[in-house]
């Protein structure tokens, strides 16, 4: 058996439930869809740290080209295409752009007009490009960090509500999560670094349900925490199951989560789907290969048809799941 256990917090009241779940639960099942995508030679994935899904089901992928993760960052920016997107029946390739304006890519996300945001973690900047890659907006300022209202410091992935706020995980060095309406004004943000409810260690991703709820992968925490829209702490998921999340994807009452495990040694690619509403864990998968030399699961996403795109870094693969 496999715990998972949920933090429940409601004014003073305190409730901590134990739920006991089987990881052989085979309630939903995926299988790989080989040869996906459909790459030509000249179209190779470097670094897969990123992925999004359009209105047309398209799969927007973001990726480092021919640029490893370095420190300290790089000056110079990647020539190569960084955004690719893909027709999700076929993998073939429909889009590529985002040459010449990434430093290090790491989030990204698609708004409900098709917008793509994706954050930088090299420049420190969250920016905002149309479905056809027009840069429309540009949050932080360009190669410098700080912890304020209109700086970043190496953010981590972006997330919208209901309204079109957007939420920013302001990760590697500044601990917290930051909200913005949808024209880039600064509203409000909360987290500081801790192991507390409230408190971070290295938020790596973010989601948002249907109700609003603000889902963040605490990642070196090994928690995901819930927060309503205002910051105010809801609860906490934790459990071995969870490993160290590096990715969300909330869609259908389902949290879809990505272990990327523990840098450098003990990395792993593990999609874990999880009902919301205090139920059981449905599914625990490897998303990784025999033939793959290393492994890094960062980012998760779901299509219209419940399909799971993996992101691996360090395979240099998007690959997808198609439920059965």
Aim: overall charge negative; charged content about 20%; glycine content about 8%.
């Amino acid at each position: 058996m496999s715990k998972v256990i949920y933090f429940y917090q409601r004014s003073s009241l305190s409730l901590l439930i134990f739920l006991f779940i089987s990881s052989c639960n085979t309630s939903q099942s995926y299988t790989l869809v080989e040869n996906w995508p459909n790459l030509s030679h000249n179209n190779v994935l470097g670094q897969v740290t990123g992925v999004g899904v359009n209105s047309n089901n398209q799969i927007v992928v973001f990726h480092r080209a021919d640029r490893g993760w370095m420190d300290p960052m790089p000056d110079e920016k990647i020539k190569l295409p960084t955004i690719y997107i893909f027709d999700s029946e076929t993998g073939s390739l429909a889009n590529s752009w985002g040459n010449n304006e990434f430093i290090m890519p790491h989030g990204l996300s698609v708004d409900s007009d098709d917008n793509i945001w994706v954050t930088d973690v090299g420049s420190h900047e969250v920016k905002k490009f149309s479905s056809n890659g027009k840069l429309l907006l540009t949050l932080g300022e360009y190669m410098i960090s700080n912890n304020d209202q209109n700086h970043f410091a190496r953010p981590t992935d972006v997330a919208f509500d209901s309204k079109g706020d957007v939420y920013i995980s302001d990760g590697y060095w500044n601990t917290r999560v930051v909200k913005y309406s949808k024209e880039g004004n600064y509203i409000l943000e909360w987290g500081k670094p801790g192991d507390q409810p409230g408190e971070f260690n290295l938020p790596h991703g973010i989601a948002i349900d249907s109700k609003d709820r603000i889902y963040v992968a605490d990642r070196s925490n090994s928690r995901i925490q819930v927060f309503s829209s205002n910051g105010t702490f809801i609860s906490e998921l934790k459990g071995d199951d969870l490993g160290r999340p590096f990715g969300l994807a909330v869609l259908n009452h389902r949290i879809y989560l990505i272990d990327g495990g523990d840098q450098p040694d003990k990395t792993r690619s593990s999609v874990v789907i999880i009902p919301i509403g205090y139920d059981e864990i449905e599914k625990t998968f490897d998303a990784t290969l025999r033939q793959d030399r290393q492994n890094l699961g960062h980012d998760i996403a779901v299509g219209l048809d419940q399909s799971l795109y993996v992101a691996d870094a360090w395979a240099k693969t998007i690959r997808k799941y198609q439920l059965k």
